[in-house]
């Protein structure tokens, strides 16, 4: 069976640190373009960092949104057929729920999503 499930989620205070997790089943992450997104209630899904297929490039390539580079670090171990978000510096505009995404051409595949909310 296919499946993402994300974990690590939860309440931090501004300045602190989570480290999202996203576990994969059915399949190697290694082989595809792997994603985090999150979601604030009443706006749209965003993409925040993406990390390649590891075959495409020499290395893996990674890329941020603006709001988050230098605090989120998207890493991967394939030993473990995981994908992290590490967060560092948390903002209170960081508060969402933070979704994984698999994707390689037409086919992509989610997870159900974690709770972020950072508040004081």
């Known amino acids: 069976q296919l499946q993402l499930v994300e974990s690590g989620g939860g309440l931090v205070q501004p300045g602190g640190f989570l480290r999202l997790s996203c576990a994969a089943s059915g399949f190697t992450v290694s082989d595809y373009d792997m994603s985090w997104y999150r979601q604030a209630p009443g706006k749209e899904r965003e993409l925040v960092a993406v990390?390649?297929?590891?075959?495409?490039?020499?290395?893996?390539?990674?890329n941020y949104t603006d709001s988050v580079k230098g605090r989120f670090t998207i890493s991967r171990d394939n030993a473990k057929n995981t994908v992290y978000l590490q967060m560092n510096i948390l903002k209170p505009e960081d508060t969402a729920v933070y979704y994984c995404?698999?994707?390689?051409?037409?086919?992509?595949?989610w997870g159900q999503g974690t709770q972020v909310t950072v508040s004081s």
């Open positions: 990390i390649t297929r590891s075959f495409l490039t020499a290395g893996e390539t990674t």
């Open positions: 995404k698999a994707a390689v051409r037409r086919w992509s595949l």
